[in-house]
């Protein structure tokens, strides 16, 4: 295994918590390999000097192999205009990281709140566009007189087109027996979304062998509760995917379990799919799965596939017994010793 430099941004809120869950997994799964530079970001940092990403932790974050993020943002910590601090979009925008994979997999028949459903009978990839669609209207601004407001869904053909490709070449690196990639769209509503789905149907010509499906963003929210074996990798717009990605997390247990990945050319964050979850911040109640299957992730991006797997069949065998829960699926287990469970099955 090669040396690796992590970034690692704890963030705000259970951020620290789950994020020095990650580490420990991290430095236990692989010893020496592994370097960590802390950096202050969010909106702790933003109370402290004035800006949520300083501009030395964001070089760092350019510098780095990789960058492992907690959790950002806090309730009370609000732009003039009456946003939260989103440091981790800003990450997204500058570093270009514009495919969002959102791994979905049921570990446990315990933790679906769907009949019937075990291990491994869930497992899809929500592969979320990250620096396009509805998002990207997030600094636009309004009338002074606050008689109407206005955000733009704004897609490109480059952004639509590498979507896209990312998402069929996904559907190859899992390799299940039935390939499939499914595109989220409102192309029934949407002029973008029929923009969308033309370049779609144009990509998805390159992969010839991958099986293709369209289904309405609404649809799909049904049909995710209803039959969630069905799907294997999905593609969708900004919004759409965050919305789903939660509706996702929901099926296989919740925040806490989910992990997500931003990835551009050349760097990429990790982070779980939860965000800073005040009202439980500090009690040492944090599920730190999310982010130690992100860490996991991450490896994977980095090529250390094997380590990768380790550390994701330490988690299932820490799962496969029904006391190893956290506060948030009914356990008594707190993070620490949930943690220290995982790095026993390493
Ligand atoms: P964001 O908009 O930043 O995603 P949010 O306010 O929508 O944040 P979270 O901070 O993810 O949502 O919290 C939603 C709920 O889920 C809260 O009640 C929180 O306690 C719970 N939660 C989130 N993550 C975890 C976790 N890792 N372990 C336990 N509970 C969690």
């Given at each position: ?15 620290p ?24 970001v ?29 959790a ?15 440091p ?13 994979p ?22 899809f ?47 190859v ?34 992969f ?8 309405y ?14 799907f ?88 496969s ?26």
């Amino acid at each position: 295994m090669k040396n690796h430099h992590i970034a690692v941004l704890p963030g705000d809120g259970i951020g620290p918590e789950v994020t020095a869950a990650a580490v420990a997994v991290l430095q236990a799964a692989c010893p020496d390999q592994l370097t960590f530079t802390e950096q202050a970001v969010g909106a702790a940092e933003f109370l402290r000097s004035g800006t949520p990403l300083p501009e030395a932790a964001f070089e760092a974050c350019e510098k780095a192999d990789a960058v492992l993020l907690g959790a950002m943002g806090l309730p009370h910590v609000r732009w003039p205009d009456g946003r939260e601090m989103t440091p981790q979009i800003d990450l997204r925008e500058r570093l270009d990281l514009y495919a969002g994979p959102r791994p979905i997999k049921l570990y446990s028949e315990h933790d679906s709140p769907l009949k019937g459903y075990g291990p491994g009978d869930i497992d899809f990839t929500i592969i979320r566009e990250n620096t396009e669609g509805l998002f990207s209207a997030r600094g636009s601004t309004q009338p002074d007189d606050r008689s109407s407001a206005t955000d733009t869904l704004h897609l490109t053909r480059k952004g639509c087109e590498r979507i896209c490709r990312y998402a069929f070449e996904e559907a190859v690196r899992r390799d299940r027996p039935n390939q499939k990639v499914t595109l989220v769209d409102k192309a029934n509503v949407l002029p973008s979304m029929v923009f969308f789905r033309e370049i779609f149907d144009t990509v998805a010509q390159e992969f010839p062998t991958i099986t293709t499906e369209h289904i309405y963003v609404d649809a799909a929210a049904l049909f995710l509760v209803q039959r969630p074996e069905s799907f294997d990798v999905i593609v969708t717009e900004n919004m759409f995917g965050d919305i789903l990605s939660d509706l996702a997390a929901g099926i296989v247990g919740g925040m806490g379990m989910a992990p997500s990945g931003d990835i551009g050319e050349n760097c990429a964050v990790f982070q779980p799919s939860h965000g800073t979850a005040p009202d439980i911040a500090g009690q040492g109640k944090a599920n730190p799965i999310g982010t130690i299957l992100s860490a996991a992730l991450m490896l994977e991006w980095l090529g250390e596939t094997k380590t990768a797997t380790r550390i994701e069949n330490a988690i299932r065998q820490t799962l496969s017994n029904p006391q190893n829960r956290a506060a948030d699926l009914q356990g008594t287990k707190s993070t620490q010793e949930l943690t220290q469970l995982i790095i026993s099955h390493l």
